[in-house]
């Protein structure tokens, strides 16, 4: 787990007042819950079964999205870099990460997020050229924008990937009942980029208290290695 600041808070408004002029792509993702997503997202919109919604998104999507914030991927690439040694740059042909945006909402008070690791890279289409290593050194990144006035950030536990998997069916794929440890909570805050492996077992924290006016907007995406020395970012 890396932290890293990365926007000064001119620079944070500048992409919230971005992402606000692109709200009418915003899609909301729970029919009950104002959970909106900007751009597409591997975890919600791939699948082992399909990815052709993903792509078909992907494409749609990424021309807005590097023209708004093709300056705000350049620093999180420069961030990258400096916090991992090796040279990143965008995937080609995935999508570009994207932002989560969560309005106030009461139910935000209780866990409505899932505890999950980050496996989504597996289920999508990379080039044979591109040599990509889909077991080992994958990244995951988050950099808060705007959050809760009382605050926001990360659960995680120690537990690793095969520890889950030696977990009862289906207590692995709803909820991991089982897992006995205490969490970890990592507190965000705006400009900073949290940086961490995508195995981590994490969810989404909820919120200490509910505001009317509170929104929580980050950005989203991952990293996965290609020819053992270039990360290749995606959402």
């Given at each position: 787990m890396q932290t890293l600041k990365l926007l000064t808070n001119e620079q944070v408004v500048k992409v919230i007042n971005q992402i606000d002029t692109l709200s009418d792509q915003w899609e909301?993702?729970?029919?009950?819950?104002?959970?909106f997503t900007l751009g597409a997202a591997s975890y919600l919109d791939s699948s082992k079964?399909?990815?052709?919604?993903?792509?078909?998104?992907?494409?749609?999507?990424?021309?807005?999205?590097?023209?708004?914030f093709g300056w705000l991927y350049d620093l999180v690439i420069d961030g990258l870099q400096q916090a991992t040694g090796k040279q990143c740059q965008m995937a080609d042909g995935q999508a570009l990460p994207?932002?989560?945006?969560?309005?106030?909402?009461?139910?935000?008070?209780?866990?409505?997020?899932s505890m999950h690791i980050d496996l989504q890279h597996k289920a999508l289409q990379w080039q044979e050229a591109q040599q990509v290593d889909l077991e080992t050194n994958t990244l995951s990144f988050t950099l808060a924008l705007e959050l809760p006035k009382s605050g926001a950030g990360l659960n995680t536990w120690p537990e690793s990937?095969?520890?889950?998997?030696?977990?009862?069916?289906?207590?692995?794929?709803?909820g991991h009942t089982e897992v006995q440890s205490k969490c970890t909570f990592i507190k965000y805050q705006a400009?900073?980029?949290?940086?961490?492996?995508?195995?981590?077992?994490h969810q989404i924290a909820p919120l200490?208290?509910?505001?009317?006016?509170?929104?929580?907007?980050?950005?989203?995406?991952?990293?996965?290695?290609s020819h053992g020395d270039t990360y290749l970012l995606y959402w």
């Open positions: 909301q993702r729970n029919a009950l819950l104002p959970f079964v399909s990815n052709r919604r993903y792509y078909e998104k992907a494409a749609r999507l990424n021309p807005a999205l590097m023209n708004q994207g932002f989560h945006i969560f309005k106030a909402h009461q139910q935000f008070l209780n866990p409505v997020a990937h095969k520890d889950l998997m030696a977990m009862p069916f289906w207590s692995n794929l709803l400009g900073q980029m949290v940086i961490h492996s995508g195995e981590l077992l200490s208290e509910f505001n009317p006016e509170d929104r929580r907007i980050t950005l989203q995406g991952h990293a996965v290695l």
